[in-house]
């Protein structure tokens, strides 16, 4: 089971890696925008040709979320969702079919709360792939990362444009799966265009590690995505789906899955 | 975990990566600065010729003999300019800013305190200044808020989460995320990630520093107990740290008890909360069983903050300092002493460190002395303590 996981981000980026547009990987929140939606949205996202899902974990504290995704899981956790179900979330995907890499992100407070050592074992359990934390850089990471590592789940470190290269080095030397791009100097949320910050963040991570890269923060657009080609192979879109999902009616996994599309650059055949 | 940064187990930098350059910057500059005579000269000079350092120390004369035990005596933060410790630690912090060439100053703030003092020291340098400030301190603040516009600050209400000083906190920090490059956050407490909390101390220890020199100036003898309200702590640990050698003197931090530790409504990090990671650092966190951190209550905003300083976590660890609590009713009642008493309008914060120095001069008995940190006055308590006493209390 643990080996298995840890290899479904290489083969999603290896069947990617045709020098194409980069691959999709959007964000949900566990629990946003009812306590059953998350499954079949991971489901939908699928079904739209994602390269991999994001699950977010909510926290009370976001320091790293805009508006959207700080109130979309506010709403999740005043429905009652907590780590341990956002994890059942997805082991109930994978029940049904979901066979995409999944990465979770969370804050580092829920998981000190569950234990490390037990977190990353209901994370491999769940089939979850790789866990992205936020608030936790190189410093402060090595024993969570050990005990992923052990259960054959990806530490997927964060860098940014203020990262220096020295330093994007030392990250990428902790990565497993891919490396999270941040393409601002700034908390997650749709922007009107990618930055030039961003295209030089991406060439100094691609100096220094081989490890796939994804791109985050701001990702709104199939425009951006399609300026991004031959720049990343990935890119997650957060907090723009899941303002497509708030305003747009009573069927999240149908828009999801017309919002990936769109971002892909294909049509509802495709 | 990496052992930058901390106090015990306690503390570190747990921040976004975008962050670690800053903070690295930081702690560079903060190094280099406090080892240059120059600046040590430049902060002295505002401390003492504009903020009114050194303040008195006070023998609260009359609250003494109705105790009938120890000497209360008062280390007087409220006569700080702006009314409260927090200049000391703004001063400091934006002269540092002002050295790293930043030209925008963000801060937080809960009682207001802290924001008014940030856009004090920011007027006199020409800075631009945005204050963070829960929508519901706005409310229970609005004569903060009203000064701080006067002195040309921008306040920004924060309408997230428990809209206290915790959310506007994480507000700050988002804004020094997106505008990191030009801005400098000043943290209103010994808070946050590595290099804050001992920069904060370095800029309060002039609390406990003066306090010990008056003390053997006037004594000849240090106190038996030292005693200081703990929000985030920064005024505890600005009186603390000149005793922290001093095994003989008790030091004695008073968390908000809110309308009783029992209800569950309360602001006791370290009484009921346990280890976690709040605002960048690993501290006591009143949190519920699956991280989520809680929200508090307490009648003084200062105080109403679900963490608390990592050095606090590690001094109570240590058994240096022991932490106790005082709740609402119990700090209004000292609130109203100190007024009839002494003269003296207390902050609420300051409220609970009186209510416990109260306590224990009594336990104590004749011929010890007690000292409390007078952190603030209390003009911008007036309505809630108007709203809150009985009709005739105020005036009988």
Redesign the interface.
Known sequence: MTAATAGRFEAAFAAGAAGGRPGIIPYVTAGFPGPDDTAPLLLACQRAGSLAAEVGIP??????D?PTI?SAG?RA?EQGM???RAISEVARARDAGLTIPVAAMT????????GIEAFAGACAAAGIDGVIV????V??A??LAASLGAHGVAHI????????TS?VAR?AATAAGFIYC?S????TGARESVSPAALDLLERVRSVTALPRALGFGISRPEHVEALTGHCEAVVVGSALLDAIASGGDDPGAIAERFVRELRGVGAAG | MTTAGRFGIYGGAFVPETLVPALEELEAAMNEALADPAFIAELDGWLYDYAGRPTPLTLARRLTEACGGAEIWLKREDLVHTGAHKLNNALGQVLLARRMGKTRIIAETGAGQHGVATATVCACFGLECVVYMGREDIRRQALNVYKMGLLGAEVRPVDSGSRTLKDATNEAIRDWVTNVENTHYVIGSVVGPHPYPTLVKRFQRVIGDEARRQALQRWGALPDTVVACVGGGSNAIGIFTAFLEDEDVELVGVEAAGRGIETGEHAASLEAGRPGVLHGAYSYLLQDANGQVRETHSISAGLDYPGVGPEHAALRDAERARYVTCTDGEALRSFHRLCRMEGIIPALESSHALAVAERLARELGPGHRVLVCLSGRGDKDIDTVRAVSGAGEGDS
């Open positions: 926290f009370s504290d976001p320091l790293a805009g700080q506010w956790l907590t780590p341990a804050y580092i407070n829920p998981v000190l709360t569950m936020p608030d936790l850089p410093e402060e090595a024993g470190p964060l860098v940014a444009p203020t990262t220096p330093r990250v941040v601002v100097t700034g908390t």
